[in-house]
């Protein structure tokens, strides 16, 4: 079975510097994706990017960009030039590429709390 | 913003009561899900579907069962609902890779 470890439950950073989040998986599949999800207070799951397995570019969306490392299973998210909206939790998390029924399971990590400090 | 609404989205029930929690999406999508959240746990797999019909359990399913009988409605029922079943449940879609979440139901077993 697939899973998702996040082993730091809390992270802070200074407003407009640069936090990396970390999470690294267990799978024997070669194809997947990965994801990191982000929660504020207002309890809203928000999806802030995606991975392909196949691609060996990592994935960049504006602020956000991730440190993909398949032969480690790794994949951390580096948020730069921190704003205090990105204070929340956040979430890793995997899927298999396949497409029967029994690959279509979304499994997530226990999330780090981030804190941004002005 | 994808078309998924949970009902309702606050509930308290008592111990040894059945409670029924919907999903509905506009989508169309294959899978649907249903998560629980308890803090330090993250989110965890119920049940999920993968079409009309078909349905296969997740990592906590013990006290937990769903239908889907259309592809816009996903049903989670707690047949007999116990304390430790008191949560924050989330409903999920999806098509092809990212999963989209609606809004979330607390429930409170007394």
């Known amino acids: 079975a697939q899973t998702v470890t996040q082993s730091q439950p809390e992270m802070s950073v200074q407003e407009a510097e640069t936090v990396t989040l970390s999470c690294t998986y267990d799978t024997s599949e070669s194809d997947y994706y990965l994801f990191w999800y982000k929660q504020p207070p207002s309890r809203q799951m928000i999806l802030v990017i995606r991975q392909e397995a196949y691609k060996q570019q990592n994935a960049t969306e504006n602020r956000f960009s991730v440190n993909f490392q398949k032969a480690a299973k790794s994949f951390s998210l580096k948020i730069s030039d921190s704003q205090l909206g990105d204070a929340a939790m956040y979430f890793c998390a995997y899927r298999t590429a396949g497409r029967t029924g029994a690959n279509s399971k979304l499994t997530f990590g226990k999330g780090i709390t981030l804190s941004v400090r002005p | 913003d994808a078309g998924i609404t949970q009902s309702p989205r606050h509930k308290v029930t008592e111990t040894g009561t059945p409670v029924t929690l919907r999903c509905h999406q506009t989508?169309?999508?294959?899978?649907m899900y249903w998560y629980r959240q308890d803090p330090g746990h993250g989110l965890r797999l119920i049940h999920y579907s993968y079409g009309v019909k078909d349905t296969d359990k997740g990592e906590v399913s013990d006290g937990y069962s769903v239908s889907r009988s259309k592809t816009e409605d996903f049903l989670l029922t707690l047949e007999s609902a116990t304390s430790s079943q008191t949560s924050v449940y989330f409903c999920?879609?999806?098509?092809?890779?990212?999963?989209?979440f609606g809004q979330g139901t607390r429930l409170t077993v007394v």
């Open positions: 999920a879609i999806s098509e092809w890779a990212e999963a989209f």
């Open positions: 989508e169309n999508h294959r899978y």
